[in-house]
């Protein structure tokens, strides 16, 4: 069983930045791929980025391209989401999540997945 906690959510005007953590534990981090999804209030959940388990591949949804980063520390059982030039369209619960491949994962099928960060951008 593996618990993942994500942090660093809140409120942020338009133009700036966060950084968002998720910290996994119960399991063997470094043989998990890792992604970050977004559900807005009456939208499904879409994906927003995924990092292979050795951190060499990333992938990223074209909204957030160039905007958001997606990075992991193994030996700190965390992934990271630097978001950018926030937008008030970014405004959703992020939720961090697992999969042994990330092929997987981007199409939203995590093994694993946390409770949820709020993100709120303001115009």
């Known amino acids: 069983q593996v618990l993942l906690v994500e942090s660093g959510g809140g409120l942020v005007q338009a133009g700036g930045s966060l950084r968002l953590s998720c910290t996994a534990s119960g399991g063997t981090f470094s043989m998990y791929s890792m992604g970050w999804f977004r559900q807005a209030p009456g939208k499904e959940r879409e994906f927003v980025a995924v990092?292979?388990?050795?951190?060499?591949?990333?992938y990223y949804a074209d909204s957030v391209k160039g905007r958001f980063t997606i990075s992991r520390d193994n030996a700190k059982n965390t992934v990271y989401l630097q978001m950018n030039r926030l937008r008030p369209e970014d405004t959703a619960a992020y939720f961090c999540?697992?999969?042994?491949?990330?092929?997987?994962?981007?199409?939203?099928?995590?093994?694993?997945w946390g409770q949820g960060t709020q993100v709120t951008v303001s115009s």
């Open positions: 999540a697992s999969n042994f491949g990330a092929d997987k994962l981007r199409t939203g099928v995590g093994d694993y």
């Open positions: 990092i292979s388990r050795s951190a060499t591949t990333t």
